[in-house]
């Protein structure tokens, strides 16, 4: 998320209950939040109320083409049933230069285990959210990068990252950023999200 501007107008697709869009504010920035959940959208203008909310789906994002100086999107792109139809609507909403971030759940010894998971909840009949098959769907870095370029985005880049993300509490969020680096230099199995980013042609 280090590539996205400081200034200027951001869409957070899949914003659930505001945390970016409140992060990116207080940064200096304008972000607008979207999210397909009208519980998540509830709370996240309770939690943020200077900034706006909309009920929406990424794969069609509900903004005029040019409206963003960057689209960000946390977590929620494994949960997209179609996925390039939200790159391709992001590429679209984005200013020319405008910059698409997104940090996905990556195709990993990890997520490949999450199945499994949700077969044991459905047999047990455990019904809590870790558990509960959302249909969600995983890339690794080249096939993040083949869609990316399919929607007309230049300079890619996409790479592992692993657990620091923002909602996580301040000191667990700081021991996470210095465990970080090791992990993906290391391990990179264990860098469970890939972060992808690209650019419109100006
Ligand atoms: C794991 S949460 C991540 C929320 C937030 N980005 C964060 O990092 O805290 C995934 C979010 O994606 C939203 N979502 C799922 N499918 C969506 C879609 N097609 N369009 C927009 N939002 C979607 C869900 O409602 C949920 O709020």
Redesign the pocket.
């Given at each position: 998320m280090e590539v996205l501007p400081k200034k200027g107008l951001l869409l957070d697709?899949?914003?659930?209950?505001g945390?970016?869009v409140e992060k990116f504010g207080m940064d200096g920035g304008n972000a607008v939040g979207?999210?397909?959940?009208r519980g998540?959208i509830l709370q996240a203008r309770r939690r943020c109320k200077e900034r706006e909310f909309v009920v929406g789906?990424?794969?069609t994002i509900p903004f005029c083409d040019g409206s963003f100086d960057a689209v960000a999107s946390?977590?929620?792109f494994s949960?997209?049933?179609d996925p390039q139809a939200m790159l391709d609507e992001a590429f679209r909403v984005l200013k020319p230069n405008g910059i698409l971030a997104v940090c996905t759940l990556g195709k990993n010894l990890l997520t490949r285990g999450i199945p499994a998971i949700y077969l044991i909840g459905e047999t047990i009949r455990v019904n809590h959210v870790v558990m509960r098959d959302f249909g969600e769907h995983y890339y690794n870095e080249e096939e993040m990068a083949a869609m990316f370029t399919t929607a007309g985005f230049a300079d890619v880049q996409a790479k592992w990252c692993s657990f620091a993300h923002i909602?996580l509490i301040d000191p667990l969020f700081h021991l996470a950023r210095k465990v970080e680096p090791f992990v993906e230099r290391r391990l990179p199995q264990l860098a469970y999200n890939i972060c992808v980013n690209g650019t419109k042609p100006g």
């Open positions: 697709i899949g914003c659930g209950t945390l970016f979207l999210d397909i959940s998540m789906t990424g794969e946390l977590l929620a949960y997209m049933k909602d």
